[in-house]
């Protein structure tokens, strides 16, 4: 507003003034009175400088400059004095973008300071709806999920806003859908805004009332199709693609997740980026595409949530991608260090929902590693399995991932009764977990000890057929993913039928998929099974040849405490050397993968030896001839060891 219009703004509000001030006041029309200046109007032109420094800090904001950003409505603040609240349209936009600096620079305390004062002052529903979405999310990233559940439940009773209880119709979503780029752009900050805050809605209630998802899912369609296009549409489809896939529709669901991943392709939507990529590929492909091919998109999802302020959703896919981590077998130094990553930047970032997820990771770690004294026990430095009931009031998500480890390591150290005690817990904590990858783990160490402990009744057999057919449905839909956890259940199942040449194949094959799809963890596991197998057959031979793989494949993968345990149970590795054998199980990896010329040269010059201290493999060579030649394949020999190789030369 520049000076000339603003002294006109003025004649024209002091000729008003006038004629209405001629008026008796108990008979002026009802309208008058917001024209009638009071002892604590703001001047106009201060109004005005505000509304420019507002303007200028859009500006920054967009350039990404949130310091300058910062100290621009600070100055707004400041012009507009005591009295802002006189103006409050303007005062709640102000401290909106406050807010939402404070959002993008990952300050959620800050955030609710600013929305808490905006609200005391906040008559109108559509200003507490704008500034309620930044409070809840503030306090979603703190994991005060209660306290933002009451703070959206009681706004929308404020604003008489109901969840739909109805799906849309095939013919609406197809429409918004097929003409999503042509849709009208919703015309207001606080129609976008009630979006995002049935959005936050669902996320909490996939955490702790999942009566409600369906209902969320149905009411962020409906937004769309009475508001139009926002920045986080495609994010209110994706989550309706989750619910097809999760409720029976797996590829009703898989498809339109694909269409809404080309359409934030050819969108370039960066707010919808996040929340699209997590749950697509996250929650919804890995049911029916090779989960090694989310690891880099979610981390994609991770970066993109972090520019973009949506803390929430840029934690859960990090979380998201520690589970395809492990359950892909990376070698767990590597899992490591990426759990070690994300937790830096989740206590920078304040993030503190997520933090117990990677406590648990690292505590796991710590016990394959054979950090710790009791092998089952997960107790360490950060986490404490004593305190589960507290974890899972807070958060039955996080609790089912224990009661998962807790199975998983009774099984893998031979406990399988003990296992069993944890089925009913993960159980109840399960529904938390939907789309989660790794809740098929569940499935499949349950029907592992389930068969181990198989004692001949019509109910075991009911259950364990149950859990063979739902393993059977997942390999079917994804292959890469679950073949190997189908042949290998069937192939225990079969043993314990004396279908024992059924077994065999069924074994043979477990493997074969495990190591073409690089999960070191699973092969090594049915090598032991299968060692034992044979063992059981009289076929010591054959046995020691899977068991020898067994213990090998747990070393590679990291897992020093299983390898020990074997060492101890089976006769072929009491007397196993670390430095030979585990050099020699690698070099046989490394043979079987690389090229002939390559394994001419590793036969005649080279010998690999592991340094305990170091927790590597030296790749020594006798000449620098030969180590010229075989250092442009080291990142190949890499990958084929899954262990840090280091080229030297010998002295």
């Known amino acids: 507003m ?11 509000q002091t000729l008003l003034s006038t004629v209405i001030g001629m008026i008796p006041e108990n008979e002026r029309p009802e309208w008058t009175t917001d024209l009638m200046p009071t002892a604590k109007n703001i001047p106009i032109e201060i109004e005005a400088n505000a509304e420019l420094y507002l303007a200028a800090a859009k500006q920054s904001i967009a350039g990404k400059d949130y310091i300058r950003a910062l100290f621009l409505l600070s100055k707004a603040i400041e012009l507009l004095g005591e009295n802002a609240w006189e103006v409050q349209d303007l005062a709640i936009r102000i401290y909106a973008d406050m807010g939402n600096v404070y959002r993008l620079t990952t300050d959620p305390y800050r955030m609710i300071e600013i929305a808490e004062i905006a609200l005391k002052n906040a008559d109108e529903n559509p200003q507490k709806i704008l500034i309620t979405e930044l409070k809840v999310d503030a306090l979603k990233s703190l994991n005060r999920l209660d306290e933002a559940f009451d703070e959206l439940t009681n706004l929308f009773k404020r604003i008489r806003f109901e969840l739909e209880t109805a799906p849309p119709t095939i013919r609406d979503l197809d429409r918004l859908v097929d003409r999503f780029s042509d849709l009208p752009e919703a015309s207001t900050e606080w129609q976008r805004s009630l979006l995002r805050c049935v959005k936050h809605f669902g996320e909490i209630c996939y955490i702790n009332h999942l009566e409600l998802i369906p209902s969320v899912a149905y009411s962020e369609v409906s937004l769309v199709l009475q508001y139009g296009k926002s920045p986080l549409a495609l994010s209110a489809l994706i989550d309706y693609a989750f619910l097809l896939a999760i409720s029976g529709n797996l590829d009703r669901g898989y498809q339109l997740g694909e269409t809404i991943v080309r359409l934030l392709e050819s969108e370039g939507n960066s707010l919808s980026k996040p929340s699209v990529l997590h749950i697509f590929y996250g929650l919804i492909a890995p049911w029916k595409e090779n989960i090694n091919d989310s690891i880099e998109i979610l981390e994609l999802a991770w970066r993109a949530g972090i520019e973009v302020g949506d803390l929430m959703i840029a934690s859960v896919a990090a979380v998201a991608r520690l589970d395809h981590l492990f359950m892909i077998g990376v070698p767990l130094s590597y899992l490591k260090k990426e759990a070690l990553k994300y937790l830096n930047a989740f206590e920078q970032f304040n993030l503190e929902y997520p933090i117990p997820y990677v406590h648990l990771y690292l505590q796991v770690i710590a016990n394959l590693q054979g950090e710790t004294y009791e092998a089952t026990t997960l107790t ?96 079917d839909n994804a292959p890469d993913n679950f073949t190997h956890w189908y042949s290998l259940a069937n192939a225990e199942w079969l043993k314990s039928k004396r279908r024992y040449e059924e077994a065999k194949y069924h074994y043979a094959r477990a493997i074969a ?11 090594a596991l049915a090598n032991e099974l299968a060692g034992k197998f044979y063992l059981q057959q009289g076929q010591h031979k054959i046995a020691e040849t899977h ?39 690698i070099c046989n990896r490394i043979e079987t993968g690389c090229s002939e010329d390559v394994r001419k040269i590793l036969s005649r010059f080279a010998v690999l030896t592991y340094n305990p201290a170091t927790q590597q493999v030296e790749l020594l060579v006798k000449t620098k001839v030969a180590a010229a030649i075989l250092a442009p394949h080291l990142e190949s020999l890499q990958r084929h060891s899954l262990v840090k190789i280091v080229l030297k030369i010998s002295s």
């Open 380 to 475: 360490g430095r950060i986490f404490n399995e004593v305190e589960i009931d507290e974890l899972e009031r807070q958060n039955p998500t996080q609790a089912y991932l224990f009661y998962l480890a807790k199975i998983m390591f009774m099984y893998w150290h031979g406990q399988p009764q003990k296992a069993s005690q944890y089925f009913a817990a993960a159980q109840k904590c399960s529904a938390s977990a939907l789309g989660l990858a790794i809740t098929a783990e569940l499935k499949f160490y349950r029907v592992l000890a389930q068969i181990a402990t198989y004692s001949g009744t019509h109910a075991e057999d009911d259950q364990i057929e149950a859990d063979l057919t739902q393993i059977q449905q997942w390999a």
């Open 513 to 523: 998929f495990a190591e073409e799809q690089g999960r070191i963890q699973d092969a």
């Open 2 to 12: 520049t000076d000339v219009n603003i002294s006109k703004f003025q004649h024209i």
């Open 547 to 585: 068991l020898i793989a067994a213990h090998a494949g747990f070393l590679d993968w990291g897992a020093t405490a299983v390898a020990q345990r074997m060492e101890r149970e089976y006769d072929c590795l009491k007397d196993f050397d670390l430095n030979t054998d585990f050099a020699q199980a």
